[in-house]
């Protein structure tokens, strides 16, 4: 237990459907991430949030859209899927040291997506 | 962003120390070193971080080059439970909307296989 939690571990859709993925942690952290990891390829980072603000988008496809209510949450909405989008998906989070990039990531155990 | 260079896989016996290389000849002087492990089907877990100094901590120490261009993760008694996938990645503070957060990239990594 990492104290990130994502659910559902498991999502089966079709490429109509929308879904949403969701995390939470509650170990006060104020940056939270999301990666996709495909099969045989390293993890992508897909966005990051730093005090509720996205401060990052690497080049992600508007089917993936991130919100982050609070702190504490994070959500990774998905709509009109292709197949290729089939992987596991992973939150994190972390505390931000000013300047610093000593940050020690949690992970949660991701959402294994599969788009049909 | 700075890369790594790891071996693609090793082996090691149970019981047995095991060091895993990590080359970072463009490391640059505010980066951090960062070890992580991925268990099969989990998220990726944090092991250790170093930036000058060798470092220690329950699970594993980290032996850092003179000239911070390699270091070495060190299992001290691999067991069963240790075979994962280590990546060694280097942590820059990335600054975005007027905050800092923590950048870790991830690539390969090495699979470690331990055997009984």
């Known amino acids: 237990e990492t104290g990130v939690t994502q659910t559902p571990r498991h999502l089966v859709m079709g490429m109509t459907n929308k879904k949403s993925l969701k995390c939470e942690q509650h170990?006060?952290?104020?940056?939270m991430y999301w990666y996709k990891q495909s099969a045989k390829k390293p993890l992508e980072l897909m966005f990051v949030y730093s005090l509720e603000e996205r401060v990052e988008n690497n080049s992600v496809p508007s089917r993936f859209s991130p919100e982050c209510p609070n702190s504490s949450h994070l959500f990774l909405h998905l709509h009109t899927l292709q197949p290729e989008d089939s992987a596991l998906y992973l939150c994190?989070?972390?505390?931000?040291?000013?300047?610093?990039?000593?940050?020690?990531?949690?992970f949660g155990q991701g959402t294994r997506l599969t788009v049909v | 962003d700075a890369k790594t260079t790891q071996p693609n896989s090793m082996e090691s016996n149970e019981e047995e120390p095991v060091h895993l290389p990590c080359n970072h000849s463009?490391?640059?002087?505010?980066?951090?070193i960062h070890w992580y492990r991925q268990l099969p089907s989990q998220g990726p877990e944090y092991v250790i971080h170093?930036?000058?100094s060798n470092v220690n901590n329950r699970m594993a120490s980290l032996a850092i080059a003179e000239d911070r261009k390699s270091s070495t993760l060190i299992l001290h008694r691999a067991t069963l439970r240790d075979a994962a996938v280590y990546y060694c990645i280097l942590s820059a503070a990335a600054n975005a909307g007027g905050t800092s957060y923590g950048k870790l990239t991830f690539g390969q990594g090495t699979i470690l296989t331990v055997h009984p």
């Open positions: 170093g930036l000058t």
């Open positions: 463009t490391i640059s002087g505010t980066d951090y």
């Open positions: 994190a989070s972390s505390q931000d040291y000013l300047g610093q990039g000593r940050a020690e990531a949690f």
């Open positions: 170990l006060g952290h104020n940056a």
